[in-house]
């Protein structure tokens, strides 16, 4: 079956502890993006890759890290989560226009 | 960030009505248009994507149309079931970058 996956997809932890949140697609696209969705604001595109070893920022970048090694992951990396990244986070893939969705990952940082 | 805007926020519609809303986007250097519907606790699945000015799409009951010209789209549900209950996301952009807007939240009353 044709998906995205992510994990953890529930996560609490405190300020400054590293967190890493990671994200595989099965459908080899060579396109994958990070969102994160807060009340009121929409989709809001953290980072994206377009290939491997190819990564940019996208609008909100800062307090992220991300990695493309390989065609099929694309972690997000929370080097000192703060209370502001509190939030669900969403990847996707996608190719030429179409996106797909992972399950999304609710964060909570205290 | 590009301002993409979504009206109304919300909306409750009755069963078997039909209605209609809208998403407003820069008109100037378009590249495509999407609409996605996101259920609660589920991930955003694309419904449409346009790029020319005058298209409409049509899956099932739920259509859309595009004007590039004057920067707007309407995605209009015919026959509302409650299944039609979600909230609907447009994104304006290219291929990977996406700017959303907030969404309008649909609630069918039976």
Known sequence: ?110 | ILNVEQSPQSLHVQEGDSTNFTCSFPSSNFYALHWYRWETAKSPEALFVMTLNGDEKKKGRISATLNTKEGYSYLYIKGSQPEDSATYLCAFGGDYKLSFGAGTTVTVRA
Not at chain 1, 32 to 59: A, C, F, H
């Open chain 1, 1 to 110: 079956e044709a998906q995205v996956t992510q994990n953890p997809r529930y996560l609490i932890t405190v300020t400054g502890k590293k967190l890493t949140v990671t994200c595989s697609q099965n459908m080899n696209h060579e396109y994958m993006s990070w969102y994160r969705q807060d009340p009121g604001l929409g989709l809001r595109q953290i980072y994206y890759s377009m290939n491997v070893e190819v990564t940019d920022k996208g609008d909100v970048p800062e307090g992220y890290k991300v990695s493309r090694k390989e065609k099929r992951n694309f972690p997000l990396i929370l080097e000192s989560p703060s209370p502001n990244q509190t939030s669900l986070y969403f990847c996707a893939s996608g190719k030429g226009n179409e996106q797909y969705f992972g399950p999304g990952t609710r964060l909570t940082v205290t």
